[in-house]
């Protein structure tokens, strides 16, 4: 079964940085796209990137010019680098594999939290 396990979140002041990892097992990682999203508390969850089995990235505009997302095929891990934080980035972090149509197709894992608060 495939398993997807999110780190790197935390409290961080406006400005701020994190690198958010999501490791992923169950599944040969090297053919699937992968996707970071976010669930703020009262809204749904949001695509925030996404990334093909080809390393190419696609953003969403809130994350545009200040996100970067990157996979290591040889780790199973996707990563989510994200800058310039702002109040509005608060939200529990999850990744998960997606097809093209945004169909995602792993039981989502327990998410980390990112804080952005001064």
């Known amino acids: 079964q495939v398993r997807l396990v999110e780190s790197g979140g935390g409290l961080v002041q406006p400005g701020g940085s994190l690198k958010l990892s999501c490791a992923v097992s169950g599944t040969i990682f090297s053919i699937n796209a992968m996707g970071w999203y976010r669930q703020a508390p009262g809204k749904q969850r949001e695509l925030v990137a996404s990334?093909?089995?080809?390393?190419?990235?696609t953003y969403t505009d809130s994350a545009k010019g200040r996100f970067t997302i990157s996979r290591d095929n040889a780790k199973n891990t996707v990563y989510l680098q994200m800058n310039s934080l702002k109040p509005e980035d608060t939200a529990v972090y999850y990744c998960?594999?997606?097809?093209?149509?945004?169909?995602?197709?792993?039981?989502w894992g327990q998410g980390t939290q990112v804080t952005v608060s001064s």
């Open positions: 998960n594999i997606r097809d093209s149509l945004g169909t995602t197709f792993a039981p």
């Open positions: 990334i093909t089995s080809r390393s190419t990235p």
